[in-house]
């Protein structure tokens, strides 16, 4: 026989633990005479109990990120000089003229537009197309060889701009994050070179790439006080970090 | 009401704080994926519609009305961004049964993980307006209230919808050859 409509809407408050005392009173006295609702409200029990169960499924852990870097930013709090500026008003940084048009290192910021508008807008000060290659002096650099990554990134620098140089293979997706707690200094820009593909989103303290397959691209840093830095490099796979290294830079050596 | 933090937060966030965004960010950032990801099945999809939806609460904070809830605010966005991605991808259908079937007999043991598959796999079976209760019930933990405040429904209209919606689940999975 079925149940009466009154009581499987009783049953499913009670489950959901939306019931009245009123209304647990007469289900309780519906189950003690009936077989049938002790057993229909068995089986929600469990049913509702598996789907509370389930775990949840986490978002991959550059999104935040992304999401952060496609936002505009609060226009009438510029945090530094615009790096342009600066550029053309140093002597020393006479090569910096020839940004625009011509590219060797076409900037790209790929992925998808979403991406690629947002990381613009955020980090206003992107060192766009750039006309020359950037000469800058090495100096240092680091090996990667483990089997989800393989390559190198060479740290260069020239007047106030730090350059990592990334020339790097990796099998599957993968995420480096770049952390440099000098909030003094800020990332510049992202050039893409002979490869497309690869996603990079920017805070304050830390810039984060995606990639797959063989990519080489650099990410420019403004080191406007030539402070001697650290980059902290973590590689990360499926939300696990599979290698960290790091990269300094002393002005003094 | 929100709680009183949040309150705060989202008053400076509406003044464009990038700082009290971030940390509602924080705080939404996993319900909302999870909620987009059981409309969509789609991990790439949900996390589109995540980031559309972050968006589209930052830029719209003016339009909110700081005395209701926010978390019925955010979720409402997800699922109705969720439905539109279903419905420029022209996805709406629910899929038949036997495309979300996971190949499993019944006498086969179910771990937790092949669990949360095939009850995903279901929910793709059930029409978007059940599936909708259902994620904010059973993934979101949300009331009978909350659920009619984000969806804008009355609570009587939630109860009978949700009613329906786990019939039709468990239907799903028992055709599927899960118990």
Redo the contacts between chains.
Sequence with gaps: MAIDQKY??LI??DI?G?ISDAEKATLSAFLAQSEEGRSVHSE?TA??G???????????PH??H???S??R??PEKPESPGYLQALFASSSLKFAATFAAGAVLALSVVD?N?ISNSAFDDVARLVGTIADPVNGESRNSITVNKTEIAGKISLRQTGSMLILDFDLVAMDPIEIEAVYADRTIWFNGFASLQSSGTSISAESGRVTIGMEGKRRYAVFLHNEGDRRITVSLRFIVGGEVIHEASLDYDPAE | MNKPNETTLIERCIKGDRQAFETLLIQYEKPVFNAAYRMLNNRDDASDVTQTVFLKVYENFDSFDPSRRFFSWIYRITLNESINWLVRQNRLAPLPHDTADQGKSPEQELDSAQRCAAVQAALMTIKTEYRTVIIMKHFLGCSYAEIGDALEIEEKKVKSRLYTARQLLKDALTSSGIN
């Excluded at chain 1, 598996?50 to 991959?60: C, F, H, I, M």
């Design positions: 499987t809407d499913n408050a959901d939306e929600l049913f509702f598996s789907l509370d169960t389930v775990d949840p499924e986490l978002p991959p999104l935040r992304v999401i952060m496609s936002i930013p609060v998808s979403r």
